[in-house]
């Protein structure tokens, strides 16, 4: 069966420090993909990144960066000098194979992360 | 770009009522699914389709129907409202098999509240 484990439920930081969201997967595939994906406050979801299983290089995009190891299978998310505006709730979510062909996403239940003034 | 248009936004119901959430995408994406969001559970998975006249079940399917006559348009129909289906309700689409190069794309949400 598949899962996603994000095992911080709520975060705080003080606005400019950074913050490291954790992922844990578990997938029989060979083949998978990971995805985080940003709920802020309105309700919407943003989607940030996509990572496959053949590449572990680490991502960095502004001042958000992925560490992605197959060895713990854990894909990680980190906000470098945190602002206000990324208060939101994160999803880590993994691609699955539901049958016929078909895949879907498996989500974590996602990690409030709350950046005080 | 509407993207993936979820409505209503809001919606009160009494418990046995029954009703539809429309969706609806005009990106021309063969994929679309049905999630419920619920507190402490993350999304979970409810019907998917992966092209006109094809839907299947997810992980939690039950009390919800759907159909897909269009590559455009994706109802969730709920027969008998329970207040177990309280919740915030997102549609989501992509080109192929969500995951392999493509994102799924979200709606922004119904919220339903069963009394």
């Known amino acids: 069966a598949q899962k996603v484990t994000q095992a911080q439920t709520e975060i705080s930081v003080v606005e400019k420090e950074d913050v490291t969201l954790d992922c844990v997967y578990e997938?029989?595939?060979?083949?998978?993909?990971l995805f985080w994906y940003k709920q802020p406050p309105s309700g919407e979801l943003v989607f940030l990144i996509r990572?496959?299983?053949?590449?572990?290089q680490n991502e960095i995009s502004g001042r958000y960066s992925w560490n992605f190891q197959k060895s713990t299978s854990s894909f990680n998310f980190t906000i470098t000098a945190s602002q206000v505006v990324d208060s939101a709730v994160y999803f880590c979510?993994?691609?699955?194979?539901?049958?016929?062909?078909?895949?879907?996403?498996?989500f974590g239940k996602g990690t409030k992360l709350s950046v005080i003034p | 770009n509407a993207g993936v248009t979820q409505t209503p936004k809001f919606q009160v119901l009494k418990t046995g009522q029954s009703m539809t959430l429309q969706c609806a995408q005009d990106?021309?994406?063969?994929?679309m699914s049905w999630y419920r969001q619920d507190p402490g559970m993350g999304l979970r998975l409810i019907h998917y389709?992966?092209?006109?006249?094809?839907?299947d079940q997810g992980e939690v399917p039950n009390g919800y129907n759907v159909s897909r006559s269009t590559t455009e348009d994706f109802p969730l129909r709920l027969l008998s409202a329970a207040p177990s289906q309280t919740s915030v309700y997102f549609c989501?689409?992509?080109?192929?098999?969500?995951?392999?190069?493509?994102?799924?794309?979200f709606g922004d949400g119904t919220r339903l509240s069963i009394l």
């Open positions: 989501a689409s992509s080109y192929s098999n969500p995951g392999s190069n493509q994102p799924q794309h």
């Open positions: 389709s992966v092209g006109a006249g094809i839907t």
């Open positions: 990106m021309n994406h063969e994929y």
């Open positions: 997938t029989r595939d060979t083949t998978y993909y």
């Open positions: 990572r496959n299983s053949f590449d572990e």
């Open positions: 979510a993994l691609r699955s194979y539901s049958g016929a062909g078909s895949y879907q996403l498996t």
